[in-house]
């Protein structure tokens, strides 16, 4: 008895599972073909017309975001009480009003000598401390309270007249939260 390659094996095990997908009865088919062809042709809906695209104007850029600590209503009434805002133009600037106010993280908060000073990274990768007094950012920022997280600062910027100058209040949070 001599046995028979794989390959042959192979091809019978094939040929004997497709015989058995082979029958003649499409009947079941052949009733639902009928069934549909029966049903008359629906119409088709003609495509949608396109509406073009309405540009939306975003307004409230100069608006506070809604993600950065709200302003409490003493610090309001405080800005408000401030007759004549102008800024100081003969004050000898400090070393952190050379970068925006954006680029200023919040790193951490130390104490010594019973006063709290938080301690502020600048872009270059330099730390300073600074306290309730100091100034920062390039729109005349000076910091008007302290806490554990926050620094809150008010700058003085120009409302887009002559001589016309308007308080912003800011905050720089503590990074990482």
């Not at 073909?33 to 042709?41: I, S, V, W, Y």
């Not at 309405?54 to 993600?67: D, M, Q």
């Not at 990768?125 to 554990?148: A, C, P, T």
Request: charged share 25%.
């Amino acid at each position: 008895m001599t046995f028979m390659p794989r390959k042959v094996w192979l091809a019978l095990l094939c040929s004997v599972a497709l015989g058995a997908c082979s029958g003649g009865d499409f009947s079941d088919l052949d009733t639902f073909m009928d069934e549909k062809r029966a049903h008359p042709g629906g119409i088709i809906a003609p495509i949608p017309t396109f509406k073009a695209y309405e540009a939306f104007a975003y307004s409230a850029t100069a608006l506070r975001s809604p993600f950065d600590r709200p302003i409490e209503v003493r610090e309001i009434t405080q800005l408000q009480a401030v007759a004549a805002i102008k800024p100081d133009e003969n004050r000898v600037k400090e070393f952190l009003e050379q970068f925006t106010f954006d680029s200023l993280r919040m790193v951490g908060t130390l104490e010594r000598e019973e006063t709290n000073w938080t301690l502020i990274k600048d872009p270059e990768g330099g730390v300073h401390r600074v306290k309730v007094g100091n100034f920062l950012g390039r729109h005349h920022g000076k910091i008007v309270d302290m806490g554990d997280t926050f620094v809150a600062v008010v700058e003085i910027v120009s409302d887009g007249t002559k001589d016309g100058w308007v308080e912003r209040p800011r905050t720089i949070k503590l990074s990482g939260l």
